[in-house]
Structure formats: C-alpha cells, structure tokens
C-alpha cells in the first residue's frame, strides 16, 4: 500500500481533469495513501505508550545516581520520540496543503467545485456526460473530504503528543492524568483526575472516553480499560 513516501510525487503528478480516466486512477492512488497516513499518524503518536519510564522519573526521593542516570535516558528518548514525530507531522501536514493546491488547480481550473459544479451542470444540461466523468466528480468531492479528514488528524495528534506525553511520565497512582481534547477543542466531562481512579472505573465510564475520541469500543472491561490506556498513554498499573 502507498505511504508517505508516494503522498508527495502523487501530488506533483496530478493529471488534467480532460481525462477522467487517469484522474480517477490518481484520485485512488492518493486516497490510499492518505487510508496508510492516517493508520501511521495513529500509530506513531500512541508508540509514545511504548516507551518504558522508570519509576524515578515522577521524583528521585533517594538521589540514586543510577536512578537520576535512567530518568535522564527516558526522557530524552521521550524527547527525541516527540520531536520525531512532530517533524512528521509537520511535513505531512505540508504535503497535504500542496496536495489541496493541486486538486484546486488540476485542469487550469481555480478550484475544484467549481469544475465538479461544471461537470455536474453539463452533464444535466446534455444528458452526455460519460460514466468516467461522473465517477470523476464524485472521487474528487471524496478525495477531499479525506484530505481534509487527515488534516484533521494531524492537527488531534499534534494536540495530543504532549498530554500523551506527561501521562507516559506517571509514575503511582496519585499522578494526575492530564486529558486529551476532544475534535471540538473541549475535555471529556467526568474525566478521572488520576491514574489511580482511572484503574478503577466502571465499564461505562471507559466506554465514554472512548466514545469522546471516537475509538472503538469492543471487549469486556479490562479489554476496555487497556483500550483507554493504550489511547492516553498511560503506564501499566503500579
């Protein structure tokens, strides 16, 4: 499947909205790299769970030398994590623009509703529109639609990495959870303050934190509760 490595030369090859054909082909192989964008974005952000942290690192009570030592291990691989990821989502999130920028201007045209809208208006206007032009029409409305929605992703998990970051660093369960926000920019109501009240919630209660993400909700309990975990970034239980 297309990645990242493709979203960039697909963009530049964009072919002229004349013929439908190859158009409809490129709009197919972008959206399948935009499908293994947004599964990386996902994937990358929540790999911040991954990362072992010592228990020091919430507070060296002993001044252990080799405790100090692997505090400062974690996180700068914690660091480096963070800013690796930033630095791709940042340039995904640049392609992205380019790749607007060339579907508004495919074809000589200014924008793409406004050749979708032609299109469209031809095609009731003389009845001889070709199936290609019209499967076109519809592709280049979805094919933005997903631009868009994996902007939209870029933009939560570029919001997220540091929530997902403080919460990685929880070392008991007196450490406060730090939430993630939700599409709309707020915080899930009756979000548990800390870790340890977040071991022990009700069934429903995990459901609606996932539900406030739109994650999948699936599986008993526990499977639940590590769901929500894995989706925070928080450590195992202490």
Same mark, same amino acid.
């Given at each position: 499947?297309?990645? &990242?490595s493709?979203l960039?030369?697909? @963009? ?36 911040? @769970? ?13 001044? %252990? ?5 692997? &505090?400062?291990?974690? $996180?700068? %691989? ?6 690796? $990821?930033?630095? &791709? ?7 992205? !623009? ?16 406004? !050749?979708?809208?032609a299109?469209?208006?031809?095609? *009731?206007?003389?009845?001889? @529109?070709?199936?290609?032009? *019209?499967?076109l029409?519809g592709?280049? #409305? ?15 998990d ?7 970051? *403080?919460?990685?660093? $929880? ?6 959870? #730090? ?8 915080? /899930? ?7 340890g ?18 994650? /999948? $909700?699936?599986?008993?309990t526990?499977? #639940?509760?590590?769901?929500?975990r ?5 450590? /195992?239980?202490?």
């Amino acid at each position: 499947m297309p990645g &990242t490595s493709e979203l960039a030369s697909t @963009a530049e090859a964009v072919p002229p909205l004349a013929d439908p054909s190859a158009a409809l082909a490129w709009t197919q192989r972008l959206s399948m790299s935009l499908n293994a964008i947004a599964g990386q974005i996902s994937a990358a952000s929540q790999a911040l @769970a991954a990362v072992e942290v010592p228990a020091s690192l919430g507070g060296n009570q002993n001044g %252990d030398l080799a405790s100090f030592s692997d &505090t400062a291990r974690a $996180i700068s %691989d914690l660091t480096a994590r963070l800013d690796a $990821i930033e630095r &791709t989502q940042e340039r995904l999130a640049d392609q992205l !623009d380019a790749v607007q920028e060339q579907i508004q201007r495919a074809n000589g045209k200014e924008s793409t509703s406004n !050749d979708i809208s032609a299109v469209e208006e031809e095609s *009731r206007e003389s009845g001889s @529109a070709q199936p290609e032009e *019209r499967g076109l029409a519809g592709a280049m #409305k979805d094919l933005q639609k997903k631009v868009d929605g994996t902007l939209e992703t870029i933009r939560l998990d570029q919001a997220w990495l540091y929530a997902r970051l *403080r919460n990685t660093a $929880i070392a008991n369960n007196k450490g406060q959870i #730090k939430p993630l926000v939700m599409a709309n920019g707020k915080t /899930p109501p009756n979000f548990p303050g800390t870790k340890g009240e977040f071991e022990h919630l009700t069934k429903e209660r995990y459901e609606h934190i996932l539900k406030s993400y739109n994650q /999948p $909700i699936k599986g008993d309990t526990a499977a #639940k509760r590590e769901a929500c975990r894995e989706f925070l970034g928080l450590p /195992p239980p202490s």
